[in-house]
C-alpha cells in the first residue's frame, strides 16, 4: 500500500493507473503513426477514438481485477469459517 498524503493506494488502483499510462502511450503514438495528410479524420480525432478504447479498457481491465481480488478475499474467508 502506498500512501500519498492522506490518501492510501493498494495494489488495483496502482495497476489500473500503469495500465492507463502505457495504453495513453501507445494510443497516442498509434494516432500520430496512422494519421495521414489525405484523410478526412484529423490528428485530434485519432487520439481521442485511441484514448476513449484505451480508457474503456482500463475500466474492463479494473473492474475485473476488482472481481477477481473480491472473489479471492472471499475464497479465504469460507476457508477460514469452514
Request: no cysteine; charged share 10%.
Amino acid at each position: 500500500m502506498i500512501r500519498i498524503g492522506r490518501l492510501e493506494f493498494g495494489f488495483a488502483p496502482l495497476s489500473m493507473i500503469a495500465v492507463f499510462v502505457v495504453l495513453s502511450i501507445i494510443a497516442i503514438w498509434s494516432a500520430v503513426s496512422q494519421a495521414r495528410p489525405e484523410w478526412p479524420m484529423p490528428l485530434s480525432g485519432l487520439i481521442i477514438i485511441n484514448e476513449s478504447v484505451a480508457l474503456l479498457a482500463t475500466l474492463v481491465y479494473g473492474i475485473l481485477l476488482h472481481v477477481i481480488m473480491s472473489l479471492r478475499s472471499w475464497i479465504k474467508s469460507q476457508n477460514k469459517n469452514a
